[in-house]
């Protein structure tokens, strides 16, 4: 099955820096967290930003000097989210192209988001696979349900394959609203991408909150790759908060290493990912 890929998403939209302390939000406490993560497995690093009163913002100049930051002080390939928080008009999510990122994010649907309504209408999926395509991005398909994955098949059907010509998808399970994050659903969406999407397509898993763990394990069995981070689970076991990013990539490293799948190294990630130089 070789290496595992590990994702590191530190900070999210949702949660506050005011009920989180430890939750990275500045410039300078992503960076250091990401070499932290780095230097524990973590091959790629995926990103949203906050603004000087610590609140989600996709300013594109803040947005250029935290990839900017990243690429200068670690490896890791830099992913931003094109999601932002579910309020986000689109035009401002497309924008975030423009600070040119090794990857974005690419949801491939909407979805019920607890209480909000995650909008990802088909005209704006193609119009963001489009445009990575022609910024030579390389996209994360972001999965919620397992209709998605349909959804993703009818667009490499119509609208070709993305840059790179690899596909890799990240299943988010768990989301009030979105797939649940059991075993059998990881399993049935595994299934479905050797079924329906290309040869080679890759699979990486995120459970949200309590499903962190029977995802993580149930993705290295199933030979998928993993994410975890601040931004998916606040709770490292019960009643005991996650104290930092560092301590989730630490035992996602461990457990790829008794599985006998080892983090791969961040070259390896890109070569297998197909991010340009």
């Known amino acids: 099955m070789g290496g ?19 939750l990275p939000v500045t410039l300078a406490e992503l960076v250091s967290t990401a070499k932290e993560c780095e230097a524990l497995g973590a091959s790629v690093v995926h990103v949203h930003i906050r603004g ?15 990839v900017a930051a ?14 932002g928080a579910v309020t986000d008009p689109e035009s401002d999510r497309l924008r975030v192209l423009a600070a040119e990122p090794d990857m974005a994010s690419c949801t491939m649907g909407t979805v019920n988001f607890g209480d909000d309504v995650f909008s990802n209408r088909w005209e704006f999926i193609v119009e963001l696979h489009t445009r990575l395509r022609d910024a030579k991005i390389v996209p994360e398909y ?7 994955l349909a959804s993703l098949a009818r667009l490499l059907d119509k609208h070709g394959l993305p840059y790179g ?13 979105g797939m649940s994050g059991s075993a059998q659903t990881l399993v049935a969406a595994a299934n479905e991408v050797r079924t329906l999407l290309p040869a080679g397509t890759t699979f990486a898993a995120t459970g949200i909150g309590r499903t962190t763990l029977p995802v993580l394990l149930t993705s290295l069995a199933a ?8 931004e998916d689970t ?31 190294p961040v070259d390896e990630a890109r070569a297998l990912l197909h991010i340009r130089d």
Do not use: C, W
């Not at 000087?52 to 935290?66: F, Q, S, Y």
């Not at 972001?142 to 998605?148: K, M």
């Open 142 to 148: 972001e999965i919620f349900d397992l209709g998605h």
């Open 223 to 230: 030979g998928g790759h993993l994410r975890v981070g601040m």
């Open 234 to 264: 606040l709770t490292y076991a019960r009643r005991q908060p996650v104290e930092s990013n560092m301590q989730l990539v630490a035992r996602a490293a461990g457990l790829a290493r008794l599985a006998q799948r080892p983090p791969m």
């Open 165 to 177: 010509g690899h596909v890799h998808v990240d299943f988010v399970m768990g989301v009030p609203g």
């Open 52 to 66: 000087a009163d610590a609140e989600p913002t996709l300013d594109l100049g803040r947005l250029k000097d935290t």
């Open 70 to 83: 990243l690429r200068a002080e670690t490896n890791l390939i830099v992913q931003l989210s094109s999601g």
């Open 4 to 22: 595992t890929l590990i994702t590191v998403a530190p900070t999210g939209a949702e949660s506050k820096k005011s009920e989180v302390p430890a």
